[in-house]
């Protein structure tokens, strides 16, 4: 999938075979999925109903789409204006995860027809989930807004709506902060509900905080995985803006992550405490959470602080991919590893080949589209016409 | 051992509170760590 490849014309690079054979298998497991049902193509059960397309797909993907409510709010809203460069792209990687976070959502409840109903048919507004299907739905549409500019510059001629969303900017990024707050905490305070079912170490009251501050972090830490992938594919594409704050810009969010981190190993620690689960740290299940809490935070954590206080780009780049994989060791803790613990191993979950494959075809498309977009329309660059402009 | 729920409210929070301070004071030396090398503005 690289652009060199691109360039030359050729379509059976490595990478292309590979996305389409993902593709392929993708859409074959789609029509089963659609035809035959769930069971057909996943081992879901009524002992485990949420399987990888929930513990990967959709909180993974939502903790790792957060990098755009983060770089907006560092641009719009702390007046870090040098990072301007970064917001597009990191607007249009969260858009596309949350794109696919509601593409994916639909494999898990079928019936496509009917993803609309929580929010236009019948609210249950009792309902947790129901506000984050609110919030996922309307943040959805403010990052829609908030990446549009970039793709009627790309059109040209609609200079008119154009100008009314860059008025709007300020706008949208406060409520995307707003709405990121709320539904990152509520994908935590799912898992409030099933206090007998999540083990001991990872069953908080603070899941929500805990939730919220790793999205934090792990949005910003995919800006940084993000900006060097980008930067090796398609540094032809990036103007003198993006690159010269691009190294700035991923020390002070090293920096950013660095201290979110710390704070959130704190928290780690008080719910522990709080609820006085140290003799669980003895067991099997403790050694894993230490390996999560001090191997995928802990550890990254020093070494973002140690790449700002050096000014060392090599090591924040090794802490990012690090701290991302962090990201989906815990999320997959919380609903697959350390969820329905106490059951025989014989009633365990674990993924089936067409949940895996879905998962790919999933990430593939995401991929796909972000290389379409980002080789087309001006993200990583500013417009010629649009030199002057704020946005 | 715990009596009552009172013992272990009044243990587990003791513990906590106890931690707090002892991360306040980490997070002061984690900042001095993070941000020692950074150049100074000089205000005078």
């Known amino acids: ?391 | 051992m715990f009596n009552t729920l009172q013992d272990l409210m009044l243990h587990n929070k003791s513990i906590t509170y106890v931690l707090m301070g002892v991360v306040l004071i980490c997070f002061v030396g984690f900042w001095h760590f993070l941000t020692d090398k950074e150049e100074r503005k000089r205000r005078y």
């Not at chain 1, 809203?77 to 969260?94: D, M, Q, S, Y």
């Not at chain 1, 403010?142 to 706008?171: H, Q, S």
């Not at chain 1, 972090?217 to 010269?244: C, P, Q, R, W």
Request: with cysteine; charged share 10%; proline share 4%.
């Open chain 1, 1 to 391: 999938m690289s652009t060199e490849n691109a360039k030359s014309g050729s379509l059976f690079t490595p990478w292309n075979i590979v996305a389409g054979l993902i593709l392929a298998a993708g859409i074959v497991v789609t029509i089963m999925r659609f035809t035959m049902g769930l069971g057909s193509v996943t081992n879901l059960t009524d002992n485990n109903p949420w399987g990888i397309w929930i513990g990967f797909d959709l909180l993974c993907g939502v903790a790792l789409a957060a990098g755009g409510y983060t770089t907006s709010a560092a641009c719009y809203i702390f007046g870090f204006k040098r990072f301007h460069g970064a917001v597009r792209p990191a607007i249009l990687t969260a858009f596309l995860g949350y794109a696919m976070v509601v593409f994916a959502l639909n494999y898990d409840v079928g019936r496509p027809w009917r993803l609309v109903y929580p929010i236009f048919y019948q609210q249950g507004t009792t309902s947790i989930l129901f506000e984050v299907g609110l919030c996922v739905f309307i943040y959805l549409t403010v990052l829609f807004l908030e990446y549009l500019p970039a793709a009627l510059e790309w059109k040209r001629g609609f200079d008119k709506y154009r100008g009314i969303l860059v008025k709007m900017t300020m706008g949208l990024t406060i409520l995307g902060v707003i709405l990121s707050t709320l539904h990152q905490s509520s994908l935590g305070a799912l898992y409030l509900i099933a206090p007998s079912k999540l083990h001991p170490l990872w069953y908080t009251a603070y899941l929500p905080v805990m939730f919220f501050m790793s999205s934090m972090f792990a949005g910003l830490s995919m800006v940084i995985f993000e900006g060097t992938i980008s930067h090796k594919h398609f540094h032809h594409k990036m103007d003198a803006e993006y690159n010269g704050g691009y190294e700035d810009l991923q020390l002070a969010f090293a920096k950013a992550a660095a201290w979110i981190m710390a704070g959130y190993l704190a928290m780690k620690i008080f719910g522990l405490s709080m609820d006085n689960r140290w003799q669980y740290l003895g067991t099997g299940y403790g050694v894993w959470w230490l390996v999560e809490v001090f191997g995928f935070v802990a550890m990254p954590c020093y070494c973002y602080a140690v790449a700002y206080r050096d000014r060392n780009l090599k090591l924040a780049r090794i802490a990012a991919p690090w701290t991302v994989l962090g990201i989906v060791l815990n999320r997959f803790n919380i609903s697959l590893v350390a969820f329905n613990w106490q059951l025989p191993s014989v009633d365990r979950y674990f993924p089936s080949f067409g949940e895996i494959v879905i998962s790919l075809f999933v990430v593939t498309i995401g991929v796909l589209i972000f290389r379409f977009i980002v080789t087309r329309m001006p993200i990583f660059y500013v417009h010629p016409a649009y030199k002057d402009s704020s946005h």
